[in-house]
């Protein structure tokens, strides 16, 4: 289950898909997932498939706070338990649960562990930025015919930055890159995963931003203005193997108008299609072993992601 992508704490999906009263399926890492809210309102998240005859309970519906199955109508409670099994009223019903993951609702987002446990091994850690008051914050979902490894090392890759993207993020670079200007990539080890640098020609007032590295799938831009907040958390959802959904949150302290949220969202979609041409067109489609590819010295931030890849989320390949 998960294969590749198991025992870690991971977003999903926008939780605003997820209404009252209606299920929500929604592939992960290659399961089919279906999450719906419990009676109080909180998320759940079950695998897509009833314990009884293996149907999509997705096909089902939401009733007291129960998934209700389409075929026979057992009723599953977020957590797995089965509820309610007709026709059956002598049935063991702790012996007929669904399975379930760990499941949040923070920071706009839904997020599980891939693993069926009782309780994951440690805590979800969320960037502050998506959940402080005050900030105002948009949310876009994209889908990339891509690997999410690809679409990930992409995020962490802050060379292509002036070349890629020389209309945009990149035009504040370009004026004073030279042809034989010299960039230093930092990677620095943190609890959660990393914090990076690139500096060019040795002056760190010309970083446009630095980035972060929430394991597994996140990545946060820091864009540094003067006494305000701006920041953009990417995030690289495995759907399946050559479907990655794009979750882009921008989170800023200024100009907090909501009608304001277009604009930045028109912004961020701008710069993440110029990203996905090139990302969609990577052969192989998942990130091969370092050796299969030639590197620079910039590439250290990719080839540091790399090694978590094969070592920690698919170490049967490394
Ligand atoms: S298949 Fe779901 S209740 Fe029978
Ligand atoms: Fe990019």
Redesign the pocket.
């Known amino acids: 289950m998960f294969e590749g992508f198991a025992n870690v704490w991971t977003p999903v999906t926008l939780a605003r898909r997820l209404k009252a009263g209606a299920p929500l399926a929604v592939t992960l890492a290659g399961e089919k997932l279906v999450f719906f809210r419990g009676a109080d309102g909180t998320a759940g998240a079950l695998l897509d498939r009833?314990?009884?005859?293996?149907?999509a309970?997705s096909l089902?519906k939401v009733k007291d706070g129960c998934l209700e199955?389409?075929?026979?109508?057992?009723q599953f409670e977020p957590g797995g338990a089965c509820a309610h099994?007709p026709l059956n009223p002598d049935a063991k019903r702790e012996r007929l649960f669904a399975t379930a993951l760990p499941t949040r609702e923070a920071g706009g987002l839904l997020w599980v562990y891939t693993a069926p446990v009782k309780q994951a091994p440690h805590e979800l850690v969320v960037p502050e930025t998506l959940t402080r008051p005050g900030l105002a914050r948009t949310y876009l979902e994209l889908e990339w015919n891509a690997h999410w490894s690809r679409a990930m090392e992409n995020m962490l890759d802050s060379p292509h930055v002036p070349f890629l993207h020389e209309k945009t993020i990149g035009r504040f670079v370009r004026p004073y890159l030279k042809r034989d200007s010299s960039m230093e990539i930092g990677w620095e080890d943190t609890s959660y995963g990393a914090k990076l640098s690139s500096i060019i020609d040795g002056d760190s007032s010309r970083d446009a931003g630095f980035l972060e590295f929430y394991r597994p799938n996140m990545m946060v831009l820091t864009i540094p203005i003067p006494k305000q907040t701006f920041r953009m958390h990417s995030l690289c959802v495995p759907a399946e193997q050559n479907r990655v959904r794009m979750v882009i949150v921008g989170a800023r302290s200024f100009a907090t108008l909501g009608l304001l949220n277009p604009f930045f969202n028109w912004s961020n979609r701008r710069i993440a299609n110029e990203d996905r041409a090139v990302v969609e067109s990577s052969f192989p489609v998942e990130v091969p072993p370092a050796a299969d590819e030639r590197s620079v010295r910039t590439d250290k931030a990719t080839l540091q992601f790399r090694r978590y890849y094969f070592e920690t989320l698919k170490p049967s390949t490394a």
Do not use: I, Q, S
């Not at 009833?50 to 149907?55: E, K, M, N």
């Open positions: 009833c314990p009884h005859r293996g149907v309970l089902g199955c389409p075929f026979h109508a057992w099994v």
